[in-house]
């Protein structure tokens, strides 16, 4: 067992994953030689060679129709985008093709492909290396949207979508791609898909969130209890499909829900949430459903950044407003 950062995880889920099934090959820009924009991948040409670990062209579109065809074929690709910002020229491949091949063969043919992305601001990047907007994904039918939030969930989850026979989009937080590190064992045990995780119990109040804002909400969850407020932390990690059922349960016992996401606020994904917690669970509601989020603009510049981004102090500010409702 050893620590690492969550950027470590992912390399070791993929080189476990590569020694285990010769049919998984990753593919992307500068992901061979170099190991990645922020070396998700390094070292794992010099274990299984170029057949598996291929170098690209600047071309996104054609990154996504390669991992499809090959997912077609019987491979397993893995193919990394260097931004979510730079997964937009290959949208059309993989929500035209990726996301229907299923459906599209009667269940004939599946395109197990992965493809991953680094995703988020707060590592002072440009626009198009801090976006936010899994939000798009989520409303594809077809595609599963999974979001580490630890180095531990991040190997576990990339294992599980790698073995998953339809296609996952995995959104790798870059602000916690070296935060903070875990223990991790190599194992090679998976962890489930479409649930989400409870990090912490509570009495009072539900959080809800997803991918680097775990962060912000668990600080915020030690603030509330120092303030003699008992707060449920859940991480949704699945964000497609959506466990809504452990969210529910949560919010029934504790009355109260915050939604924290860092994406833009107007269709985001803690709309829907929501939305089902008020058609499910009205009755149980003992304050207003609150969400804090980005804002409904381009993510600034890095002088910018902490303005755009929600903190810890925001949970907490808003829990205590809520907990005023009688």
């Known amino acids: 067992m ?6 470590e995880a992912i390399n070791l889920a993929l080189a476990h994953e590569m020694q285990a099934d010769p049919s998984v ?4 820009e500068d992901i061979a030689k170099n190991g990645g924009v922020f070396r998700a991948t390094i070292g794992l040409l010099d274990k299984f060679g170029p057949d598996r670990v291929r170098d690209t062209p600047l071309a996104e579109s054609m990154i996504a129709g390669l991992a499809i065809g090959m997912a077609a074929m019987g491979l ?3 193919a990394e985008f260097q931004f979510m910002g730079f997964l937009y020229p290959g949208l059309d491949q993989i929500i035209n093709h990726a996301s229907r091949l299923r459906n599209r063969t009667r269940g004939r043919m599946s395109c197990p492909a992965v493809f991953r ?3 988020g601001c ?4 440009p626009e198009h290396h801090s976006e936010s907007t899994e939000a798009i994904l989520a409303h594809i039918p077809g595609l599963r949207v999974v979001i580490p939030s630890s180095p531990a969930r991040a190997y576990g989850l990339l294992l599980a979508s790698i073995r998953d026979p339809d296609p996952v989009v995995f959104l790798e937080p870059s602000r916690l791609y070296r935060w903070a590190k875990q223990e991790v064992v190599d194992n090679g045990n998976a962890l489930p898909l479409d649930v989400c995780f409870t990090l912490r119990l509570g009495e009072d109040v539900t959080l809800v969130t997803w991918g ?8 915020a969850a030690k603030i509330l209890e120092e303030n003699g407020i008992s ?6 990690a699945t964000i497609k499909p959506l466990d809504i059922d452990t969210i529910i ?5 504790t009355g109260r829900c915050v939604i924290i996401h860092e994406a833009p606020r107007s269709g985001g994904v803690g709309a829907d949430i929501s939305a089902q917690i008020s058609e499910r669970a009205l009755l149980s509601l003992k304050a207003p459903i609150q969400r804090i989020t980005g804002y409904d603009t381009i993510v600034p510049y890095m002088r910018l950044e902490k303005y755009y981004l929600p903190n810890e102090n925001q949970i907490v500010e808003t829990v205590q407003n809520i907990m005023e409702f009688a």
Do not use: F
């Not at 050893?2 to 950027?7: D, I, K, Q, S």
């Not at 707060?122 to 990047?125: D, L």
């Not at 707060?231 to 949704?236: G, L, P």
């Open 76 to 78: 397993k690709p893995v």
């Open 122 to 125: 707060g590592i002072r990047s």
């Open 231 to 236: 707060a449920e932390v859940i991480d949704v």
């Open 25 to 28: 090959v990753v593919l992307g």
């Open 249 to 253: 349960a949560s919010v029934e016992k």
């Open 117 to 119: 992305t680094p995703y």
């Open 212 to 219: 680097a804002m775990v962060k912000e909400t668990l600080a």
């Open 2 to 7: 050893a620590e690492m950062t969550l950027v």
